[in-house]
T-cell receptor, first 109, second 121 residues
Framework: SQQGEEDPQALSIQEGENATMNCSYK?????LQWYRQNSGRGLVHLIL?????REKHSGRLRVTLDTSKKSSSLLITASRAADTASYFC?????????FGTGTRLLVSP | GAVVSQHPSRVICKSGTSVKIECRSL??????MFWYRQFPKQSLMLMAT?????????EQGVEKDKFLINHASLTLSTLTVTSAHPEDSSFYIC?????????????????FGSGTRLTVV
């Protein structure tokens, strides 16, 4: 299975602070993707990092990937209340997408 | 990016009846779609992979006779929950490979529908 495991399970911060969540996986991957899910909604694709990349930025998002440690991190800078959601990582080969339990982020005003 | 439209967003049905959920890819062809279910505060569980023009591939433990999947066209996949019971109440989500994000190394993202909240009473 290529399921990723996110850590922490829950994270509570204030607006303006940075939020960091981590992902660990066990198998070889082609890329790793991060998704966000607002309560009661589908998932939204945030960012994809290839296995030969170490860091990638997209707006306030910064993703790192360490294939030697089979781990990734997602950093959200200057968080906003609208960032409140669950975040999932998906280590991906050429197969189906499976998810771990996610990190529930709560950003308070 | 690509859009996947899922309907209905909410449905309440009586125990013993069947419910059909539709998932359409807009402006792109989705030869493969995926169906998930999610219980409150839990992760998404992959139920099956829907392939256009062929039988769906079900994950271990998912009853194929209960969760009927049809992928009759390149833009439409349906999930029918047959003889629904209260324990089938859940959040069902479909997704498709977003080929608009496909790069030259075969990397691509996935686009998800907005989900269907099924309540069986």
């Amino acid at each position: 299975s290529q399921q990723g495991e996110e850590d922490p399970q829950a994270l509570s911060i204030q607006e303006g602070e940075n939020a960091t969540m981590n992902c660990s996986y066990k198998t070889s991957i082609n890329n790793l993707q991060w998704y966000r899910q607002n309560s009661g909604r589908g998932l939204v694709h945030l960012i994809l990092i290839r296995s030969n990349e170490r860091e990638k930025h997209s707006g306030r998002l910064r993703v790192t990937l360490d294939t030697s440690k089979k781990s990734s991190s997602l950093l959200i800078t200057a968080s906003r209340a609208a960032d409140t959601a669950s975040y999932f990582c998906a280590p991906t080969g050429f197969q189906k997408l499976v998810f771990g339990t996610g990190t529930r982020l709560l950003v308070s005003p | 990016g690509a859009v996947v439209s899922q309907h209905p967003s909410r449905v309440i049905c009586k125990s013993g009846t069947s419910v059909k959920i539709e998932c359409r890819s807009l402006d792109f062809q989705a030869t493969t779609m995926f169906w998930y279910r999610q219980f409150p505060k839990q992760s998404l569980m992959l139920m099956a992979t829907s392939n256009e023009g062929s039988k769906a591939t079900y994950e271990q433990g998912v009853e194929k006779d209960k969760f009927l999947i049809n992928h009759a066209s390149l833009t439409l996949s349906t999930l029918t929950v047959t003889s629904a019971h209260p324990e089938d109440s859940s959040f069902y989500i479909c997704s498709a490979r977003d080929q608009t994000t496909w790069d030259d190394r075969g990397n691509y993202g996935y686009t998800f529908g907005s989900g269907t909240r099924l309540t069986v009473v």
